[in-house]
């Protein structure tokens, strides 16, 4: 897919036109990029309009300027919708990536034609113990990172994905993260537990590997004792980024909930 630069953004966003399809939007996890999706690319290029981004920091979103802060990702999304004339997307979202697809969904309901949420966690009722296991979690990888991109790389890819394949593709990808891009990760907390979740007039699906760390699955338990209506699936032979590790199981899961949410 050819690169677009955003006018309004430092976002770079990749689009791929297959006639009057449905569209598709994928957002990637942490410290890798939209390359992610490679297999869903491939699967689903004929099937969809699909739209891929490089959150703030990441891939080829690195040309920012002071002020720009991932948590206006989805004031740029939403910018980069209209430049295409995209009324509505099913969102497909990974990790960090499942954070920013709610956020977008608080903000813009009604441009949610389906959203998907793996390896992440309800942001509307993130439980605040959780909040700060996960908080601690995440400065100890980063302490890891301002010592060596490649120690903080070898230790992610274990944690993000099961499959040595997946390993090693996650590997290659965050290697090329920039340090300085920690910074732009600063106010992600400023999107959790600030809007209360109302009535969805979308289908909402959740998910993880079974092979994911406790607290995920936790995270996923009580998403779905929150919002009984969501459909949920946990993968199996699959870590954190289950789209990489499992890419045939998790492509036909994602391929028959679009279905459903378009009839």
Not at 56 to 80: E, L, N, P, Y
Not at 210 to 230: R, V, Y
């Amino acid at each position: 897919m050819k690169p677009i630069k955003s006018a309004n953004s430092p976002i770079t966003y990749f689009v791929n036109r297959t006639g009057q399809a449905e569209w598709i939007l994928f957002i990637h996890a942490a410290f890798v990029n939209h390359n992610m999706f490679k297999a869903q690319f491939e699967y689903f290029e004929n099937k969809y309009n699909i739209l891929a981004i490089d959150i703030i920091g990441h891939g080829q979103s690195t040309d920012t300027k002071k002020g720009d802060t991932i948590d206006k990702m989805s004031k740029w999304i939403f910018d980069i919708l209209k430049t295409e004339n995209i009324e509505k997307v099913h969102i497909a979202g990974v990790s960090l990536g499942a954070v920013l697809a709610q956020d977008f969904a608080n903000h813009y309901p009604y441009a949610v034609s389906s959203l998907s949420c793996f390896g992440g966690y309800d942001i509307n009722n993130f439980d605040v113990k959780m909040k700060n296991e996960n908080s601690a979690k995440q400065k100890l990888m980063m302490l890891k990172a301002f010592f060596s991109v490649k120690w903080f790389a070898k230790a992610n890819k274990k944690i993000s994905a099961y499959t040595s394949q997946a390993q090693n593709e996650f590997f290659a990808m965050n290697i090329l993260f920039p340090k300085k891009s920690f910074m732009f990760l600063a106010t992600l907390n400023s999107m959790v537990n600030k809007y209360k979740t109302g009535q969805r007039n979308y289908p909402l699906l959740i998910g993880c590997g079974k092979f994911d760390i406790p607290m995920e699955l936790e995270a996923i338990k009580a998403w779905k004792s929150s919002e009984p209506d969501c459909t949920v699936v946990l993968f199996e032979n699959a870590g954190h980024c289950v789209n990489m590790d499992v890419p045939q199981e998790f492509n036909k899961t994602m391929e028959e909930f679009w279905k459903g949410a378009s009839q």
